[in-house]
């Protein structure tokens, strides 16, 4: 009995179908078979399967369609390599830094001067690839700037007995309330409360009041072992941009606690190597107990906070002199001074003023200072040599006055605006300059238009979520991973946005970090092929223009650039990043094994630029 498809056969070709038909079909069976298995093969040789990507033609949509779309963030990963989602790190990486080992520094040989704490990339190395997971009682932050005063306890590494253990002054400092730490105004650490502290600065250096920093050319202040931010805090409030650095800490960090406060910090400490900055970054470098021996290794970090510190700055240093009694306040005073006055003088510093504890040296303002100085002090630089600052070791000698940004901070204008003559001395021509702010200036409304009201907005309803309770999702701070001329950070001021930006520079790319800190932005050099020097979660948002191209040639791994940006992202934070089309879908494959909910847009501008918007989802295990 003949099968249906052969009858079916018969009734087109006849009972007996030609013979080069039937080899015909026989060919095409064996090709379509060859396809077949090469296409599985292909399947299997590769990391992962590739989806066809979802590709957004409307970059600005209305806000309607939002929740809509929302809806299709998470279908972008069915099916991507779900098989190959990283795991978790163990519970004891939940506050992980990595480069800062001080258990392989020792077994390595870094013993000599403190070593041991500093940061040692080449060391710690890890090869296990997992995501560092959130505490077991991390809740996302509150909004700013209710945020700054109050932090959920169980988001930063400080226990409840470590608190109650604690000193009279940071009980002064902090209340702590069922899982909240809530910071006092006055700050435990300056006696007579940060506000008054601040005005006494401010007095000192000639000022009536510190509402008058700004007029007086202070923009930038580096807050070095800044406590837990109570001083940058108010700094911020006066719209200054106070940058908090301390020494990496197991417990209790104060660079982790600023940045859940919503402050600018990051891990630094003066130990053996330069700080990630320029010459000529500050307008001022404050010191209250901050624990360093300034006059400790030849003067060697005195040396580095006047490499840092710009023409007509201000060092301000405050001793725990307070705490003694009688004549011996006095003898201590004077015991820290005769070291320093010597140091002070052959950098061309002078002391301005003296008042209790604290004492305010200003940087000369005239380069032949250093020309009519005694023979045996502490030379200058060769020109050049301060040419890309990224953790190379301490010098004694004397650097950027052959620049040509030195420039008195006084004769800067009160606003973040560089003039035609400010910018050709960054060698960067003005119209380029503004074309630039104007590209960022749109990118971000489109920013804007795009994340509303998943991310700006207070109440951001999600499809099918009940109406959100308090801590809304919000953004405090956003790092600029390449950030060029710093346009970006300028664009968030201009729409009077409440968040602060860490520019990133490269440093294989074109050094602009002078002209970001010359705009009184926050700023540092970084190797994106290392760990950046924070701890987890302490970003809202990341953002990256040409970042994946311009590593593409690099020794790293892009993999591992994803799990440190997973690293320091906070649950629910967002990442935006602008490149080539390759580039982004490597990406986005990437976005989905570290968990990522991704979605790739097209900007419809006739390039082959592509966006990528991840958010990072709150794990709660």
């Known amino acids: 009995m003949r099968s249906s498809w052969f009858n079916k056969l018969s009734v087109i070709f006849g009972p007996r179908p030609p013979l080069s038909w039937l080899l015909l079909c026989l060919i095409s069976l064996l090709a379509l078979i060859a396809v077949l298995g090469s296409s599985s093969s292909n399947a299997f040789d590769?990391?992962?399967?590739?989806?066809?990507?979802?590709?957004?033609?409307?970059?600005?949509?209305?806000?309607?369609?939002?929740?809509?779309?929302?809806l299709e963030l998470k279908s972008l990963s069915v099916g991507a390599s779900r098989q190959r989602e990283l795991g978790l790190c163990g519970k004891e990486r939940e506050n992980y830094v990595p480069c800062h080992n001080v258990s392989a520094n020792l077994l390595v040989g870094f013993k000599k001067d403190g070593e041991e704490f500093d940061r040692h990339c080449e060391v710690s190395r890890e090869r296990e690839r997992c995501l560092v997971r959130p505490p077991k009682d991390y809740k996302t932050p509150l909004k700013w700037p209710t945020g700054r005063d109050v932090i959920w306890s169980g988001n930063v590494k400080i226990t409840k007995d470590q608190f109650l253990s604690s000193g009279s002054m940071t009980k002064r400092l902090m209340l702590l309330e069922e899982n909240q730490i809530a910071f006092h105004s006055e700050d435990g650490l300056i006696f007579d409360g940060v506000k008054d502290y601040s005005r006494q600065i401010a007095e000192m250096i000639g000022l009536?009041?510190?509402?008058?920093?700004?007029?007086?050319?202070?923009h930038t202040v580096l807050d070095i072992?800044?406590?837990?931010?109570?001083?940058?805090?108010?700094l911020v409030s006066l719209k200054l941009m106070a940058v908090c650095i301390a020494a990496y800490e197991a417990t209790g960090s104060q660079v982790q606690l600023a940045l859940e406060r919503g402050l600018p910090a990051m891990i630094g400490n003066f130990i053996?190597?330069?700080?990630?900055?320029?010459?000529?970054?500050?307008?001022?470098?404050?010191?209250?107990?901050?624990?360093?021996?300034?006059?400790?290794?030849?003067?060697?970090?005195l040396i580095e906070v006047d490499r840092l510190l710009k023409p007509g700055g201000y060092f301000v240093l405050t001793s725990p002199t307070s705490k003694l009694q009688g004549s011996s306040v006095?003898?201590?005073?004077?015991?820290?001074?005769?070291?320093?006055?010597?140091?002070t003088q052959e950098i061309c510093w002078s002391l301005l003023a003296q008042q209790d504890e604290t004492f305010v040296w200003q940087k000369t303002v005239d380069t032949d200072c250093y020309a009519s100085r005694k023979q045996g002090t502490i030379p200058l630089c060769k020109e050049g040599h301060d040419?890309?600052?990224?953790?190379?070791?301490?010098?004694?000698?004397?650097?950027?006055?052959?620049?040509?940004?030195?420039?008195?901070?006084?004769?800067?204008?009160?606003?973040?605006?560089?003039?035609?003559?400010?910018?050709?001395?960054h060698g960067v021509l003005p119209e380029d300059f503004f074309d630039d702010l104007q590209f960022w200036r749109s990118a971000l409304k489109n920013y804007w238009s795009l994340l509303t009201p998943l991310i700006f907005s207070d109440h951001p309803k999600r499809p099918g979520d009940e109406d959100p309770l308090p801590p809304y999702n919000m953004i405090r701070n956003v790092m600029d991973m390449s950030a060029h001329y710093g346009s970006l950070n300028a664009a968030f001021l201009e729409e009077k946005k409440s968040v602060w930006v860490m520019n990133v520079v490269p440093v294989r790319a074109p050094n602009t970090l002078p002209l970001i800190l010359d705009q009184g932005f926050a700023g540092a050099l970084h190797d994106w092929c290392e760990p950046f020097p924070t701890y987890p979660r302490t970003y809202d948002?990341?953002?990256?223009?040409?970042?994946?191209?311009?590593?593409?040639?690099?020794?790293?791994?892009?993999?591992?650039?994803?799990?440190?940006?997973?690293?320091?992202?906070?649950?629910?934070?967002?990442?935006?990043?602008?490149?080539?089309?390759?580039?982004?879908?490597?990406?986005?494959?990437?976005?989905?094994?570290?968990?990522?909910?991704?979605?790739?847009?097209?900007l419809q501008n006739g390039s082959d630029q592509r966006l990528l918007v991840c958010q990072k989802p709150f794990i709660k295990k």
Not at 208 to 218: P, R
Not at 575 to 590: F, H, M, P, Y
Request: overall charge neutral.
């Open 46 to 70: 590769s990391v992962t399967p590739t989806p066809v990507p979802d590709v957004y033609l409307n970059y600005r949509r209305l806000k309607e369609q939002t929740a809509v779309d929302y």
């Open 225 to 234: 072992g800044c406590g837990f931010g109570s001083f940058g805090a108010h």
């Open 208 to 218: 009536g009041s510190d509402s008058e920093f700004l007029q007086a050319g202070v």
């Open 541 to 602: 948002m990341l953002h990256a223009n040409g970042l994946l191209s311009h590593l593409a040639s690099e020794r790293c791994s892009a993999m591992d650039l994803f799990l440190e940006m997973d690293r320091i992202l906070r649950p629910e934070g967002w990442a935006v990043l602008s490149d080539k089309v390759g580039a982004i879908e490597i990406a986005r494959q990437l976005a989905t094994q570290i968990r990522w909910e991704a979605r790739v847009i097209d």
């Open 272 to 301: 053996s190597r330069q700080l990630p900055y320029p010459s000529l970054s500050f307008d001022m470098v404050h010191c209250a107990q901050c624990g360093i021996v300034w006059d400790k290794k030849d003067g060697m970090f």
């Open 387 to 425: 040419a890309q600052s990224y953790y190379q070791p301490l010098v004694s000698c004397v650097s950027g006055t052959s620049s040509k940004r030195w420039n008195p901070i006084q004769n800067r204008s009160s606003g973040s605006q560089l003039s035609s003559a400010e910018l050709e001395v």
């Open 330 to 343: 006095s003898m201590k005073k004077r015991n820290m001074l005769t070291p320093l006055e010597g140091l």
